[in-house]
């Protein structure tokens, strides 16, 4: 039995809040190797590439989000650190990446101390959002690449943010993580975010020649139905190879399946996001 099958209760919870446009959105996993920063990237990326105004927000000490767009972390005069511990306007450190078409909040080891620092803070699960609510609305999406843990910096994703998206492997391990995530989720809601959802969950690096990836997958769909996206994003070189040449692979190698994976899935969330309303989807 695969742990997913106890998640159906906890996610049902979930299911309490329903937005048809979603802003903010977290990606999150506890789960390191899962592909979080490349598509927090590449997401990021395609949906610029539909005319949409996007904002990436590194939340992770390790940088890797702010690597991938181009930006050297360790020549950074300030990161979005200096927002949530010094007090600085978010204004001064949004950096635009014109040959990406994002803006970027960027992130390094600094970022290691404002964990700490937050942990010792008064409404500290709030940081986040009250730095981000004066720009979010120049933005169609805010994406938040959270680090790889259930820390702080995490929970104050999850509290400034409308939904998650939770990319994941298909093996077995991955699952167990999911439960504790889910259980993560369902807290913030009850406590400090009643309309946080599960925006979706996309399957990563899928192998269909494995036999568990394709167990795992089906148990997905059968737990969380169309929360799982359809969009599948598959073993790819070029994926893999982009963030070295500081690029999402939409720039680096277009027609790679990598780069066309995520164009799909920034299509499939549009579809989503304006599936029930009258208006029809911006070209």
Known sequence: MYPALRLKDTYSKSHRHINLMVQVLALANQKGGVGKTTTSVNLAA??????RKVLLIDLDPQGNA??????????????????LLSGFDVRQCVMTLDNIGIDLLPSNADM????????RTDNAQNTLKDAIDPIKHNYDYVLIDCPPALNMLTLNALVASDGVIIPMQCEYYALEGLTALMDTISQVQSSVNPHLKVEGLLRTMFDPRNTLSNDVSAQLIEHFGDKVYRTIVPRNVRLAEAPSHGLPALLYEKTSSGALAYLSLAGEMLRRNYRHSSTSIPA
């Open 46 to 51: 395609s949906l610029a590439a539909t005319r």
């Open 66 to 83: 702010t690597m991938g767009v181009g930006v050297d972390k360790n020549a950074l005069e300030h990161t979005f650190c200096d927002v």
């Open 112 to 119: 290691t101390a404002a964990e700490v620092s937050l942990m």
